[in-house]
């Protein structure tokens, strides 16, 4: 008798430790390369989060969608609860869309908007990004008050802006967007261009020294501004610009980034870098958490940080979007951003 209740007792507190510390939901993850600066800060805040509370697996997708479809699939036979996928190729979306579907498994997109689609259309298929329009037109109004500040900025004495563009990968949509309203926010502002020269670097540092380096020699004495789709090339720029004499002695060149990431602060601080745009990878990194953490046990969507909106970012509780704003980062307001 006594030996039955205490084997009673031992499997009833056995099943409620089981019940208490049921295993945590199975999440794969996806970024579409690890070699990828802005990446890797939203890859870590992600994984910090998941500590403990998801049985999350990254794959690096090495920039292959092919490689990244497979990756998939593998988590799929896994019987993963949600899927977080930062896209290689946005117009995979559909392929990525009716993989997950069948397997009525939820989809977080993020960082990487799928091309036209609206989510709206797909039950269970969220994405978590940043409008790349607001950072482009940021950046030219950077460019643009700085310039009417400092009349000397104007080296030829043409009333125009005669710069250099360094692009991130051309078929991303952030590359083309901040490409283009950049300089749309520039002539806004009443401020005529002259492009010398623009050219993909691939959001990549080295890549921009090197086209910046051949930029200079190609029109010495002639760049006015530098802009970057992103704060690596920036920085790769400023290296180049460097080692051709700037930022000594009084010869300076305003150059503009995205992202606002640690040593993009750190050479605003120094002077530099003229100013960039911070893009939330924190904010970015919780959101799509949240998302997947939330989907992953059957929660559905709403979450108190993920606030879902429509393709256009209009609020709406039923909304596939979680759009993560962006803000413009110079010497006045740079030290709250840094960690
Ligand atoms: C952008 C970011 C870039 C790069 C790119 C990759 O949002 O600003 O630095 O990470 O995503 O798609
Ligand atoms: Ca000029």
């Known amino acids: ?27 794969g993850m996806c970024i579409y390369k690890f070699d990828d600066t802005f990446m890797s ?11 403990g509370n998801l049985d999350l697996s990254t794959q690096d997708s090495q920039f292959d969608q092919p490689k990244q479809n497979d990756q998939i699939d593998q988590f799929l036979t896994q019987k993963v609860k949600a899927l977080a996928i930062n896209m290689v190729d946005p117009s995979a979306a559909n392929v990525l869309i009716q993989k997950t579907a069948k397997k009525k498994v939820p989809l977080v997109l993020f960082n990487r908007e799928p091309g036209d689609l609206d989510l709206a259309k797909y039950p269970n298929v969220y994405y978590v990004g940043a409008k790349a329009q607001e950072s482009g037109t940021m950046e030219g109004q950077i460019v643009a008050k700085y310039w009417k500040a400092h009349p000397e900025a104007d080296l030829n004495k043409d009333g125009k802006i005669q710069y250099v563009m360094l692009m991130g990968d051309p078929s991303n949509s952030d590359a083309k967007y901040r490409t283009q309203y950049s300089i749309e926010a520039v002539q806004a502002a009443g401020i005529q261009v002259e492009k010398l020269a623009e050219d993909t670097a691939m959001w990549d540092r080295p890549k921009a020294q090197e086209k910046m380096a051949a930029w200079l020699a190609a029109y010495a004495g002639k760049v006015e501004v530098v802009f970057a789709n992103n704060d690596d090339m920036a920085l790769g720029a400023i290296e180049a610009l460097k080692a051709a004499g700037y930022f000594k002695g009084g010869k300076f060149m305003p150059v503009v980034g995205v992202d606002a990431t640690p040593p993009a602060l750190d050479a605003l601080e120094q002077g530099t870098l003229l100013g960039t745009v911070l893009n939330d990878a924190t904010g970015q990194g919780t959101a799509t958490y949240e998302l997947a953490a939330s989907l992953a046990s059957g929660k559905g969507a709403a ?10 970012g209009k609020a709406d509780p039923k909304g596939h979007y979680v759009w993560v704003p962006y803000q413009m980062v110079t010497l006045d307001n740079y030290k709250q951003f840094k960690k």
């Open 1 to 27: 008798m006594k030996k039955a209740l205490v084997l009673a007792i031992a499997l009833v507190l056995c099943l409620s430790t089981v019940s208490v510390f049921a295993a945590p939901p199975k999440v």
């Open 41 to 51: 800060y939203v890859r870590n805040q992600i994984e910090t989060l998941a500590k």
């Open 303 to 312: 979450t108190k940080v993920a606030k879902l909106a429509n393709k256009d």
